[in-house]
């Protein structure tokens, strides 16, 4: 792991000050029981902001750690707090490979276009349209874990109660991430009918393949879609890399509609109206959908830019990339590599 400059690596394991209730307020201890007195280091305790909620805190002794606090919350779920300049590092790191993500979304897009039309229902088959729809609608890929145990669903827990077909149409209708209920509409023909065939497979769940060995249908994780897109691409892409692309070209994408919004209601600020469209889009929170899925160049230059002056520029540098990335995703590309 490469870290910034002026920062070292720290984890849990390492001795560290741990935070212990005492009236209605804490006192903190060293690893070895002895009360931290220090006014500078205490201070430092106090700017992190620790919640009150948190249990089992651990805090690293050094101002330089990239972790500089570890907690678990009301439902158990470890988090952290770390230090600004590794947020910032990492914020950027994970720009970096939203660039690399597009230039490698034309092959992405033609290797699922062959194993969708694979025979019978192998698992690369099945894994290609689920990443078909990942591209296409940009849902959260869930993990059964969520689903188990609150109720709540993504792409790969979706069931077959969760779809409707409706004129050529089909959507899926489920209870997302933080409870939030989503309907997600598709249109493209193709899919809609592979998507039909899923449907039409024994089990509860939609997305199943036919394990020739064992001789039954299997259901598919998170995992497997995980993997599939780190075979075929021979990157560590993931599921979410989708939802942060998308974040970033529906941005580019939603700018004349914002526009639009802005001079029916002067007193509505340009980026502001943009974020809320996107987030709606994405089905997040806005202040979610800003920190963690527009690029910030992006979203500067959409709200400060001609954009279609950009794509002009953006055409004749990546005049390849037309047969297999949209206009709006072209000027994606295009500003990002000026990052």
């Known amino acids: 792991m490469t870290l910034p400059e002026n920062l070292i690596y720290t984890n849990q394991e390492s001795a560290g000050i741990l935070r212990k209730k005492s009236g209605k307020g804490f006192t903190y201890l060293t690893s070895s029981g002895k009360k931290v007195t220090a006014k500078s280091t205490l201070k430092r305790i106090e700017s992190l902001v620790i919640p009150p909620i948190w249990e089992n805190v ?16 009301q439902k158990g779920r470890k988090q952290y707090l ?3 300049k590794w947020v910032i590092h990492r914020q950027n790191s994970k720009y970096e490979r939203l ?12 290797k699922i276009a062959r194993d969708v039309k694979l025979p019978g229902w192998p698992k690369e088959k099945v894994l290609a349209i689920m990443v078909m729809i990942l591209d296409e609608a940009f849902i959260r890929i869930g993990n059964l874990s969520y689903a ?23 959507s899926f209708e489920f209870k997302a991430k933080s409870g939030k209920y989503r309907k997600v509409l598709l249109e ?39 993997e599939y897109l780190r075979e075929i691409t021979g990157e560590d892409f993931s599921a979410k ?6 974040g970033s070209v529906l941005t580019v994408k939603l700018k004349p509609e914002a526009e639009k919004e802005i001079e029916e209601n002067p007193r509505k600020k340009l980026d502001t109206t943009l974020v809320n469209m996107v987030a709606d889009k994405l089905g997040n ?29 953006a055409l004749a540098k990546h005049k390849k990339l037309k047969r297999s990335l949209d206009k709006e995703e072209i000027l994606t590309l295009h500003l990002l590599s000026q990052c």
């Open 58 to 73: 651990w805090i690293t002794r050094s101002p330089k750690g990239h972790i500089q606090a570890v907690g678990y919350d």
């Open 82 to 84: 770390y230090h600004p």
């Open 99 to 110: 660039r690399h993500f597009g230039e490698a979304l034309p092959s992405i897009r033609k």
């Open 148 to 170: 188990r145990q609150n109720g709540t669903y993504g792409l790969s827990t979706l069931r077959r109660k969760h779809v409707n077909f409706e004129e050529g149409r089909v």
């Open 188 to 226: 493209d023909e193709s899919l809609v009918n592979l998507i039909k065939e899923c449907n039409d497979l024994p089990g509860y769940e939609l997305f199943r393949y036919f394990d020739e060995e064992k001789k039954c249908y299997c259901n598919l994780m998170s995992d497997n879609v995980n």
């Open 241 to 246: 890399n989708f939802r942060t692309w998308a």
């Open 285 to 313: 929170t806005v202040s979610i959908c800003r920190e963690y899925y527009i690029h910030p160049k992006v979203l500067e230059c959409a709200t400060q830019k001609n954009l279609e002056q950009e794509y002009d520029e």
